[in-house]
């Protein structure tokens, strides 16, 4: 199975910051790549797919890239509703794969 | 809009077979465009992928919990179940439905790729 690593496990930020999560495969998987926003007791919702590709309806200060092995997401002016936990999935091979999660929290 | 919405006990005993059902509405089952996925969360930890249907029956699997799963698809009540068999405690989490999209680039298309839709989730606790 893919590895999927994400890093940190936990941030702490305020409103209006700039924040970056990464994501590295242990091994190569192209851009087949997707990160999800959980909130306490809710499904996950999609972010991003494709490694760099915002789903229909997400903030644009939602970004990311990456290909291979490392990834990154960026949220550029954190907002209150963005206090939340991410996860990344890769795509490339069965069984797809999650990270353990980034816990995003109110500084 | 597409909704989801997993069904079933939410207590089952060591030993025996977890059964869920999702419901889909807003979407056929059928269109060729999806794959209908499992996917469960243990208390307060990650994601796992199960598995996913396609509206023919045709399924894939997570290794680690094959032996003991069937996925199955009711196109005609827009439904797709879960079994899994011979459950312990370690099989205590929160089990979402959910669809996989396709994804096209370069004039190809690859099927059941990201998880665009998601039921609420139902807790399954496995305990005697």
């Known amino acids: 199975d893919i590895q999927m690593t994400q890093s940190p496990s936990s941030v702490s930020a305020s409103v209006g910051d700039r924040v970056t999560i990464t994501c590295r495969a242990s091994?190569?998987?192209?851009?087949?790549l997707a990160w999800y926003q959980q909130k306490p007791g809710k499904a996950p919702k999609l972010l991003i797919y494709?490694?760099?590709n915002l789903q229909g309806g997400v903030p644009s200060r939602f970004s990311s890239s990456g290909s291979g092995t490392d990834f990154s997401l960026t949220i550029s002016s954190l907002q209150p509703e963005d206090f939340a936990t991410y996860y990344c999935?890769?795509?490339?091979?069965?069984?797809?794969?999650f990270g353990q999660g980034t816990k995003l929290e109110i500084k | 809009q597409v909704q989801l919405q997993e069904s079933g006990p939410g207590l089952v005993k060591p030993s025996q077979t977890l059964s869920l059902t999702c419901t889909v509405s807003?979407?056929?089952?059928?269109?060729?465009?999806?794959?209908w996925s499992w996917i469960r969360q243990h208390p307060g930890k990650g994601l796992e992928w199960i598995g996913y249907?396609?509206?023919?029956?045709?399924?894939y699997s997570n290794p680690s919990l094959k032996s003991r799963l069937t996925i199955s698809v009711d196109s005609s009540k827009n439904q797709f179940s879960l079994k899994l068999s011979s459950v312990t405690a370690a099989d205590t989490a929160v089990y979402y439905c959910?669809?996989?999209?396709?994804?096209?680039?370069?004039?190809?298309?690859?099927?059941?790729?990201?998880?665009?839709?998601w039921g609420q989730g139902t807790l399954v606790t496995v305990s005697s």
């Open positions: 959910a669809r996989a999209v396709a994804y096209c680039s370069g004039g190809s298309c690859y099927t059941g790729v990201w998880f665009d839709y």
């Open positions: 091994q190569g998987i192209a851009r087949w």
């Open positions: 494709a490694a760099s």
């Open positions: 249907i396609y509206y023919s029956g045709s399924t």
């Open positions: 807003g979407d056929s089952i059928s269109s060729v465009n999806y794959y």
């Open positions: 999935q890769q795509a490339n091979s069965f069984p797809y794969t």
